[in-house]
């Protein structure tokens, strides 16, 4: 079993940072690819991020591709999205998740967040 737990979500201005931070709990953080999804209001929830077990491999949407960056640090059981050049499209709730593939499709991921709103103004 594990546990997830989001927190850095927040409002910015367009063109701002933020970084997301998800805390997993137990001691096998390190088996888990972890991703990064998002759902904005009235939309289905869709991909961001992933990364591998030793983070040596990750991939992104094409929508924020080259302006997030997904990392991990598997001595503090966490996983970050740092998202920079924030555009009012990228305001949603993301939620991070674990699976023990390395996949971008939701439905193999077998752990969620609860999720931490990232709103982005004009």
């Known amino acids: 079993q594990v546990q997830l737990v989001e927190s850095g979500g927040g409002l910015v201005q367009a063109g701002g940072s933020l970084r997301l931070s998800c805390a997993a709990s137990?001691?096998?953080?390190?088996?888990?690819?972890m991703g990064w999804f998002r759902q904005a209001p009235g939309k289905e929830r869709e991909f961001v991020a992933r990364i591998n077990r030793s983070g040596g491999s990750t991939a992104y949407a094409d929508s924020v591709e080259g302006r997030f960056t997904i990392s991990r640090d598997n001595a503090k059981n966490t996983v970050y999205l740092q998202m920079n050049s924030l555009k009012p499209e990228d305001t949603a709730v993301y939620y991070c998740?674990?699976?023990?593939?390395?996949?971008?499709?939701?439905?193999?991921?077998?752990?969620w967040g609860q999720g931490t709103q990232v709103t982005v103004s004009s």
């Open positions: 137990g001691r096998t953080f390190s088996s888990y690819g």
């Open positions: 998740a674990a699976a023990r593939l390395v996949t971008t499709r939701q439905n193999e991921y077998d752990y």
